[in-house]
Structure formats: structure tokens, C-alpha cells
């Protein structure tokens, strides 16, 4: 677990713009979305092709598979039976296509196998009656109940049917208790005397729920529905008065609820009702039974340990629909006339995607929001160098206009501050330069009786005697852009640091697996990432938003919350005082902007935390995922803008202590826990997947044991793009921040070096000697296209190359995932790409030492920015300069205040 540090709101320095306007309008549309999933379960689909139907007009239906049994057919292979017939496209039996049929007379459950009292096999006997012709190629509809799964299956099978199709019905939620009629009598399952007292009644919450609506059935007209006809003890004569949502059914018209938000029709999806057995005698001595809402859900296929699989194997599929799906498909069925073309139905995969989206989009994501993150966090220096540049080019522009000019536009002192000034190059760099015409020889010559080549050499990296006038008037520009208040709450990681920062990540990840406090995650996720949600969205997009419709006053400190008005009321005395005091002191000077962006932000963590609490599986919904990865981003810009490195000797203990941390907790814990959990994967799934049944679940999601599977908020995510499993893609807040701290250092080294060669009168165009073409005309000459691109990498800095490697590690890491088919360390492959970027291109520019124990151009650039005007002054010889000026187009760039 990645610690973070928060910044208040209300601090002295606004964060920079962002246009954040269009994207809140994509966030609002996104919210706005619907989504909907499907249960796991139903992972195959039945298309229903009726006489005179063309391919595109069939009706779907979704059904549950076996874990017996052959597979369905593929789902390009959905319309292999179907072919084209002049205009009416009729259908015909060929490949997967089957006619739907039903079990032979006498045996409707198709269990007389079961029983022993027929035998459908070649050799068997029960055979001699019947047409076997009906049964082949077909797809056998069979009601559930009476025996196994796969024993009907194994009936069909022996039938000829190609595949079998179990529908869910009301009479299989009803027994018999089956007895004999005397202890001699062999009439258990041949015996009619059966009554009420012998019927084995629903289970509640198995098989029905009351909580979704209740019925008090008169004993009179329990009397109408037969519960002992055989076989089964129930006839299914009695479906006509228990389903639908008219007063036909008997649970609408004796509906306890009567009307209302609670009823019957209104509560129950399912639109039937179980008998419960149980009554209930009213005050004038009715007998009323109980009568609730029946389950219909798809239901996994199991298979049956008793068959003998040495015998004979099930080898066509089994796959169940729900009541309200077999009631559609049997009205079709027998509503076809005899002797006309057949129904079809095709049975087949549901269709997935062949490669998974959301990888790529989760990858593109977290490399966006590790560059946009590491460059945020050199915008200050970013920002004054922009200035320099400004004020250069109007100081240039008035050298144009003339004299009077230029006094208008600054003055004579920030004229020669921001003007490059003349200086003389050594000859051995002068000797291959394109300074042969004559105005660049004449500038030569004159800068020659100014500083002679043996001064040249001399010149140390952080002190010049004539740059002082330089020195100055950057640090009055950084005084402009930058408050010295916006590196207060900064802090500089050590070694020690680093190192306590792995201690406190295990202790975090291993308190959450023991003690699974996930809630108390969410809350301190949802509230810590609305302050950096305020910080960096919504407090510069409604500033942005202010300035350009030019409204002044919510820009304006509250003259009630001021320091003169809260001393004051202080010394008055009262409650008053004392609050406006304690408010003071706490927030400082606001506005109503930051106000406002305070109530936004943390309203929208607030309904975060609401979805997160009260919606189970609440990642499938678009506002909730989408929040989260905008809280996260906004959390590691924070993060990195506030946790700084300044040496890559920090840098490496740092992340490679995280890199074998990742191995550990991903690995080997799965070798030391009790159940073989990986506890990374544990936590950042809330505890793993849920410990009840999937059909359980479906029906109770809010139960305990149904929790857990969820991302936890600590992390990326992205759900699977059209794929009815659902599932999600996800990239941890550490594997951004942890290389991040590497990608900002690069940043703000390489912001640094241009911030030093402004000041000296350069170009700021920042180059390293780690790109063997990165000089001069060299470049261009190269033949090789791949040389020409990592020569175009490595010309502007570190920050360019280092990021590549970020991005080819995180791709490594997702191909990972899939090839070993589980969850990867994403530090094991983003380690290596970034810190051996970073210290390979150091030691070919030879600055490796300078950058291994902290760059003094950092710590100059540090101290001109936050209020330290007179840099140090350092001649620690000649290797940093070289280092430095290395760093630097030319060496007229590497003179540096």
C-alpha cells in the first residue's frame, strides 16, 4: 500500500489551470450511462429460428451450460445450419441447427432410465416401441426434476438427441414422500391415494423469498391444485393458477399487499408462487396457506457421481433456461402446426471478446498518468522558464524599436538581465562551428578582448562575476509566478525515508488481509482523494471558468474571514470570536472559489462513498469506476508534486526494496499462507472472490459471504469491454507513484538545466551525450531509422527516454498476465525499464556521479525558485562543470549563476 501525503486546499499557492470543463461534461455523460451486466452463470445462447425467419430475425435466449457433456458450438458457427432460400430464407437442420422435441410418452422427466424401468441403450428393450427417428438430431426440451442432470442427459444421448435442453419449472420445487401403501406392497411410485400430508414442500430462501411478495391462499382453493398426481406429486395442470399477473393467478388475487409498492406483480420478477405448506388460521377461523414468490434463476448443471463413467460417457451438451424462458420457447414449440416447417434452434457460445480492450486502455491510462503526474510536478520551474522566454522576446523587441522602447517595456536593467550577452568560445569548440560569416567573426573578435580563453576555462558552474544582473531578475521572475509557500509542504525522501516507507506499505497490506477493514479504506480513499480532487480539477477549472467570463468577485478573499476581522472579533470576546479565530487559523484566507470547489469535491466523494457502501459490485457501475480513476490520478499528481527525489541514490533503495516487496507479496505468499492466497491479490480484491454460491449471490447480494471480489480503491480500473463475465482490468496506485518518483526527478532535472542555460543566456534546449548522434549535424546524418528515434528520445533530457521505459515495462507486465495466465508484480518489469534507463543514459553522458549522489543544478534551481536568491557557491572543480555543460546544446549554454 502506497502512503500519501495531502496538501490543504486552501493553501497560499492556486494550482496551475487545466481544462477541466470538457472533461467534467464527459463525466457527466458518462454518469449518465446505463450499464447493465449479466450473471456469470448463462454462458451459452439459443437462437429460436421460426418457419419463413431470416437469420437476422431470431429470437435469443440465454441459458445456463454443464460441467458435463460436450461443448456448444462455437459462436461463428451460429449460422452454419441456415441458408439462404429465394426471398423467404427458410431454415433447414444441418451442422448445429436441431428441432426442438419432447421426451418419449410416459416418461416426460425422462428418469425411467433412472429408475430402472426402461432402457434407452441399443440392447435395451424399451426400444422395441419406439420411433427413435423423432429423437434424432434433435434437441430434447426436459422438464427439471425427479433425477440427475446428467442421467437425463445420458437418456437423450441413448435417444439420438444431439443436445438437451432442461427447462425450470414450478412442479420440480415439489416431492413426494414416496411410501409404500402396506409394508408388503411394492407401490410406491405406482400408487394415486397420495395426499397434501405426504408432499414434500419448497425450501424457503432456496426456492422461494416472501420478502418478495406473499400470498394467503383460502383452503378452498388450495383444494383446486393437485399436489398428488404421479409422477412428481404435482400437476402441471396447477401452473395456469400460480403464474402471470392477472387475477388468474391465485397469488395476484390474494395478494397480502394488496397494491402498492410491495405487492405481488411489483415485487417478483418471476411472476410465480410456491406453496409453502405452512398455514395460518385468521381471526374468524379460515384456514389460509402461504403461498410466496418463487426463484427462477439459471442453475450450473452438475453432474451426477453415481453413473458409472466406464460405461458410457455424456458427449452431447446440456445446457438450462429459466420458467419465463421455457414458457416463451414451449408456446412456440406447440404453436407450430403439425406438418409444417420446424422451428430451428441453434445453440452456441455466447459471444466474447477475442482480446481484452480494457489491458490496452488500462495500460495507455497508467502511462498517461505517470507522464502527466512527473511532468506536473516540474511545472513551477516550467513555468518561469516559460517567463524567461517571454520577457526575452520582448526585450528583443524593443532592441528592434529603439531605446525608448525599451525603457517603456521594462527598463534598461532587464533589458541587459534577459539579453544574451557576448561571450568567447574556446577555439577547439569553435573550430567545427558555423561562425564564418562576417558578422558572427566580428561578434568573435569583440568577445575575445572581453574574456580570453584561458578565463573561459576557469568559469565554475553556480558562480559568474557578470551574471549577477541575470541572477536577479530570474529569481524577481520566479518571485512573479512561483510563492515560496508552494514548496513548503514539499518533502525530499532519504534513504531512511525509503526504506520506511516499504515498512509501513507490508504492515499496511498485511493489517488489511488479517483484519479486512476495506470499509475504512474506502472512507479515507473517498475523503483524502476530494482534497486532491479540489487541488488539481476542480479549483483551477472553476478559477479558469471565473477569469474568462470575467467574474472578479469570487476570485476575492471574504473581507468576514480575514486576519484584521478575526482578530478583532477576538478580542471582542464570545463564540464568535473564537470561531473565527479557530477558522483563521485552520484555513487561512479564502475565497468563495475555494468554497465552492471544497463543497463539489467532497459531494462527489461523498455520493462515491454512498455507491460504494450501498451498491454491491458497485465497479460495474460507470460513475463509480470512473470517480475512482479520477480520484486516483488526482492523488498521484499530488503525490508526486509533494514527495520529491533528488538523488538516484534514494531512487535505487527505493525501488528496489518495492521491486522485491512485489515479488514477495504476489509470489512467495501464496507459499505461506494458509490457503494459498496471494496476499497482494487478496487485498486489492477486497478479500478475494465470495465464499457463497454464485446462484446464492445473485438471489442475496447484500449477504456477507457474497462480498468480496471488488477492486479495492487503492488502484486502476477499467471493466472488461463487452464481455458478459464481467471482470475488470487493474494497475495499483504504487506501480504509478513508485517509478513516478524516478519520472519526476528526470523532470525536474531536465526543467533545471533549461532554467540554468536561460539564466546564462542560452537557448535552453537541454541534450545529453548518451545518444551517440546527439551532437550537431551528426545527427542527421545517421541511415538508421531506430537510431534517428532514440536519437530524437534522447536529445531533450532524461525525462523523454526514462518514460519510454516506463511504458515498455507496464507492457511487459499486462503481456505477462496473460501468458502465465495470473496476476504479475508490475515493479518486476518497471524497475528495470526505468532505473536502468535512467542510470544507463547517466553514465554514457557521463553524469552519472552528479546524478547518483543529488544534481546541484536541482538544489541551485531549488533555492532561485522558492525565495533563496544568492545560489551557492561551489568550485569543487572541474568535473561538475563538464557534467553540466555536457548537459547543454553547446557550451555557451553551460554558464550558470
Known amino acids: ?34 450499464h447493465s451486466t449479466h450473471a456469470i452463470l448463462p454462458t451459452a445462447a439459443i437462437d429460436i429460428f421460426l418457419p419463413d425467419t431470416a437469420a437476422a430475425n431470431a429470437i435469443t435466449l440465454y441459458a445456463s451450460q454443464a460441467s458435463f457433456g460436450g461443448p456448444v458450438a462455437e459462436y461463428s458457427q451460429r449460422f452454419n445450419h441456415f441458408t439462404e432460400a429465394g426471398s423467404s430464407g427458410k431454415s433447414r437442420i444441418n451442422g448445429v441447427g436441431v428441432v426442438p422435441t419432447f421426451p418419449p410418452e410416459g416418461d416426460g422427466y425422462l428418469c425411467n432410465e433412472a429408475d430402472g424401468s426402461a432402457d434407452y441403450s441399443s440392447k435395451g428393450s424399451s426400444n422395441n416401441n419406439l420411433d427413435m427417428t423423432a429423437f434424432y438430431k434433435s434437441a430434447l426440451l426436459v422438464p427439471r426434476g425427479e433425477c440427475s442432470f446428467e442421467h437425463k442427459a445420458l437418456s437423450a444421448q441413448r435417444l439420438g438427441a444431439s443436445a438437451i435442453i432442461v427447462y425450470g419449472t414450478l412442479g420440480s420445487r415439489y416431492s413426494l414422500n414416496y411410501t409404500n401403501s402396506t409394508d408388503g406392497a411394492d407401490d410406491a411410485k405406482t400408487r394415486d391415494d397420495y395426499t397434501k400430508e405426504d408432499v414434500v414442500w419448497p425450501h424457503d430462501k432456496l426456492d422461494f423469498d416472501c420478502d418478495f411478495g406473499k400470498a394467503n391462499l383460502p383452503e378452498t382453493q388450495l383444494e383446486s391444485l393437485d399436489f398428488g398426481k404421479m409422477p412428481g406429486g404435482y400437476n402441471a395442470q396447477n401452473d395456469g393458477m400460480l403464474m402471470g399477473k392477472s387475477e388468474n393467478n391465485l397469488c395476484v388475487k390474494y395478494d397480502a399487499a394488496a397494491a402498492g409498492e410491495n405487492s405481488f406483480v411489483s415485487s417478483c420478477k418471476s411472476q410465480r408462487c410456491l406453496v409453502t405448506g405452512n398455514k395460518t388460521t385468521d381471526d374468524s377461523g379460515a384456514v389460509k ?171 565554475t558552474i553556480y558562480q559568474a562575476p557578470d551574471s549577477s544582473s541575470n541572477v536577479a531578475a530570474a529569481a524577481a521572475i520566479a518571485t512573479q509566478h512561483v510563492s515560496p509557500a508552494s514548496n513548503e509542504e514539499s518533502l525530499e525522501l532519504t534513504a531512511a525515508h525509503a526504506l520506511g516507507f516499504i515498512v509501513m506499505a507490508s504492515t499496511s497490506l498485511l493489517v488489511l488481509f488479517y483484519f479486512k477493514i476495506y470499509p475504512i479504506v474506502k472512507v479515507m480513499y473517498a475523503f483524502g482523494c476530494s482534497g486532491a480532487f479540489a487541488q488539481i480539477i476542480v479549483h483551477p477549472g472553476m478559477t479558469k471558468l471565473c477569469r474568462k467570463l470575467k467574474w472578479e468577485r469570487p ?13 478583532r472579533e477576538a478580542l471582542r470576546g464570545g463564540c464568535k470570536g473564537k470561531c473565527l479565530n479557530c477558522l483563521w487559523s485552520f484555513f487561512g484566507p479564502i475565497t468563495p472559489i475555494d468554497v465552492c470547489a471544497m463543497i463539489l469535491s ?19 457501475i460507470v460513475f463509480y469506476w470512473v470517480i475512482q480513476d479520477l480520484f486516483g490520478l488526482c492523488m ?94 487493474m494497475l495499483g496506485l504504487g506501480d504509478i507513484v513508485l517509478p513516478g518518483l524516478l519520472l519526476s526527478f528526470a523532470s525536474r532535472y531536465d526543467e533545471s538545466k533549461r532554467l540554468m542555460g536561460l539564466i546564462s543566456g542560452g537557448s535552453g534546449r537541454v541534450a545529453n551525450n548518451a545518444c551517440l548522434d546527439a551532437g550537431g549535424g551528426a545527427r542527421n546524418k545517421s541511415s538508421n531509422p531506430l537510431r534517428r528515434l532514440c536519437c530524437c528520445c534522447c536529445q531533450n533530457g532524461y525525462f523523454g527516454p526514462v518514460m519510454v521505459g516506463y511504458a515498455i515495462g507496464l507492457m511487459m507486465a499486462n503481456m505477462a498476465v496473460y501468458i502465465m495466465e495470473m496476476g504479475q508484480p508490475a515493479l518486476l518489469y518497471l524497475v528495470p525499464c526505468c532505473l536502468g534507463t535512467m542510470v544507463y543514459m547517466g553514465w554514457r553522458a557521463g553524469e552519472l556521479q552528479d546524478l547518483w549522489e543529488g544534481p546541484r543544478v536541482i538544489r541551485a534551481a531549488d533555492a532561485l525558485m522558492y525565495g533563496e536568491q544568492r545560489v551557492e557557491s561551489a568550485d569543487e572543480g572541474d568535473q561538475e562543470r563538464c557534467a553540466l555543460e555536457d548537459g547543454m546544446e553547446n557550451e555557451e549554454e553551460a554558464e550558470l549563476t
Open 636 to 729: 498521484c499528481m499530488l503525490f508526486l508534486e509533494t514527495i520529491k527525489l533528488n538523488a538516484i541514490k534514494v531512487a535505487a533503495v527505493l525501488l528496489t526494496v518495492a521491486f522485491f516487496y512485489d515479488i514477495f507479496f504476489v509470489f512467495v505468499t501464496p507459499l505461506l499462507t494458509k490457503h494459498g492466497e496471494s496476499i497482494m491479490v487478496n487485498v486489492a480484491t477486497s478479500g478475494g472472490p465470495p465464499k457463497a454460491d454464485p446462484s446464492w449471490c445473485e438471489k442475496y447480494p447484500y449477504s456477507a459471504d457474497c462480498k468480496g471480489g471488488d477492486p479495492l480503491p487503492m488502484l486502476f480500473a477499467i471493466p472488461r469491454l463487452f464481455d458478459y463475465q464481467g471482470g475488470c482490468s
Open 602 to 620: 467532497y459531494g462527489v466523494g461523498a455520493i462515491w462513498l454512498w455507491v460504494a457502501f450501498t451498491i454491491p459490485h458497485p465497479d460495474t
Open 555 to 567: 476570485l476575492q478573499y471574504m473581507n468576514w474571514l480575514s486576519e484584521e476581522s478575526a482578530t
Open 1 to 34: 500500500m502506497v502512503t500519501q501525503r495531502r496538501r490543504s486546499l486552501l493553501s497560499g499557492n492556486s494550482p496551475p489551470s487545466s481544462s477541466a470543463s470538457s472533461f467534467l461534461q464527459l463525466l457527466t455523460l458518462l454518469t449518465l450511462l446505463p
Open 289 to 459: 396457506y402461504e403461498a410466496c414468490c418463487a426463484w427462477d434463476f439459471h442453475v450450473w448443471l452438475y453432474g451426477d457421481s453415481s453413473i458409472s463413467k466406464q460405461a458410457e460417457d455424456v458427449t452431447i451438451p446440456a445446457v438450462f433456461i429459466t420458467m419465463q424462458e421455457s414458457s416463451e420457447l414451449l408456446d412456440m414449440v406447440r404453436g407450430v402446426q403439425a406438418g409444417g416447417d420446424p422451428i430451428v434452434l441453434s445453440i452456441y457460445e455466447r459471444s466474447r471478446p477475442k482480446y481484452n480492450a480494457s489491458a490496452v486502455l488500462i495500460w495507455a491510462f497508467g502511462v498517461f498518468v505517470a507522464w502527466i503526474a512527473s511532468y506536473h510536478s516540474s511545472v513551477d520551474i516550467r513555468r518561469v522558464n516559460k517567463a524567461i522566454v517571454v520577457q526575452r522576446e520582448l526585450n528583443a523587441r524593443n532592441d528592434q524599436e529603439g531605446g525608448e522602447g525599451r525603457q517603456r517595456r521594462g527598463g534598461q536593467q532587464q533589458s541587459r538581465t534577459a539579453r544574451p550577452r557576448s561571450r568567447s568560445n574556446s577555439p577547439s569548440s569553435n573550430g567545427d562551428n558555423a561562425h564564418g560569416s562576417g558578422s558572427s567573426a566580428l561578434e568573435m573578435s569583440s568577445n575575445a578582448s572581453i574574456t580570453s580563453p584561458e578565463q573561459a576555462s576557469e568559469r
